[in-house]
Structures are given as C-alpha cells and as structure tokens.
C-alpha cells in the first residue's frame, strides 16, 4: 500500500519550534516532489511549503518565509519540515503529499498519495 505518514506535530508555544517528518511506505520518494500543506477547520487546504525531487527546488508560502525550511532525506526516504518562530496561525493539521510534477506548485489537485495529517497546535 503505497502511503506517506506525517509525525512530529504537537502542542508548542508561541515562538517555539517543530520538525515534522513525511515517511514514504511502498515506494521510494526519491523520484517525487513533495508538498506540505495545512488545513483548520472550515477553510481550504494551502501550500506550505514543497521540495522537488532532488532537492535542488524549494518554494515556500509568504506567510510562512524565513521561518520554515523544508529538506529532504533520499536515503531515510523522509522529507521534513522544520518549523520556527512558530505562530498561533499556525495552528493547523499539517499532511504531505508526493506529486510527479518536477515544478513546485501549491495545487492540491497535483498531489496525490495524501497522509493523514499530523496536528500542530501554537498556543500559550
């Protein structure tokens, strides 16, 4: 069964500090871009932030810019999302997903092979 799974997600405090993890189950990530998104209740699911398939090609959201950094492990098959100067807006379930597109867009309709979504919370 092909599947990515998120972990990491938790309750932080504001200005605090999260790595959230998106592990591949049944194939190789190696040969896809990767997207993190997020979604609260009530409102569309957005681009956070996405890696292509090398590593080389990285797009971010203005909102989250200069605090997010994503990076990608081939050989752990892993891709993360490190997470600073947190924000309560950025409160949200947080998923990954794989795309064969070698351009970084935020298009959820590009991405497939959805995980279910690791909860992060910033709150005091």
């Not at 990491?8 to 999260?18: E, F, K, M």
């Not at 932030?49 to 605090?67: E, L, Q």
């Not at 950025?90 to 970084?104: H, P, W």
Request: with cysteine.
């Amino acid at each position: 069964h092909l599947q990515l799974v998120e972990s990491g997600g938790d309750l932080v405090q504001p200005g605090g500090s999260l790595r959230l993890s998106c592990a591949a189950s049944g194939f190789s990530l190696n040969y896809y871009t990767i997207g993190w998104f997020r979604q609260t209740q009530g409102k569309e699911r957005e681009g956070v932030s996405c890696i292509s398939s090398s590593g080389g090609s990285t797009n971010y959201a203005d909102s989250v810019k200069g605090r997010f950094t994503i990076s990608r492990d081939n050989a752990k098959n892993t891709v993360y999302l490190q997470m600073n100067s947190m924000k309560p807006e950025d409160t949200a379930i947080y998923y990954c997903a794989r795309s064969s597109f070698s351009v970084c867009v935020f298009q959820p309709s590009a991405f497939g092979s959805w995980g279910q979504g690791t909860q992060v919370t910033i709150s005091s």
